[in-house]
């Protein structure tokens, strides 16, 4: 999915928002803190003010103005925005991502995670299959000196 990098009306911004915001809950420093019950509500409300204020500027809206359409302080939009909260920081690095895609939304993490699994499998399997090997080869050789 292609999101706008600098959106230019509602749509737009709300695209951006929605990026901003999914791609962030699937960073693994974030997934460490939502698992917290008493964390998971404040970390999800400064996620999500972080990223609809970054989407905000990105489409030249003024803090004033963000912060009146957030219905937060305008001090608390610009701590976000100047990555001075830890839901800014993250959303920043989220953003600067999304510029290397080029804009390409792609979230793999529970495809990465799955694949990771099962290639610790595959390798554990290979391993046990190489010391049987060894062993039926142990075998063979002295199968092999006996008949001679």
Known sequence: MKVPLQPLGKQDIHLLETALLVMALFDPEVMKEIKDPEKRVTWLDSLAVAAAAFARRKAGMSIPEIAEELGRTESTIRNH???KT???????????????SGGEV????????????KLEEIKKKLEEMEEHLKKVVEIFDEVKKALE
């Open 81 to 83: 925005l100047e990555g």
């Open 86 to 100: 830890k839901a800014g920081q993250i959303i920043q690095k989220v953003y600067e991502r999304l510029v290397k």
């Open 106 to 117: 792609e979230i793999t993490i529970g495809e990465e995670a799955v694949a990771s699994k």
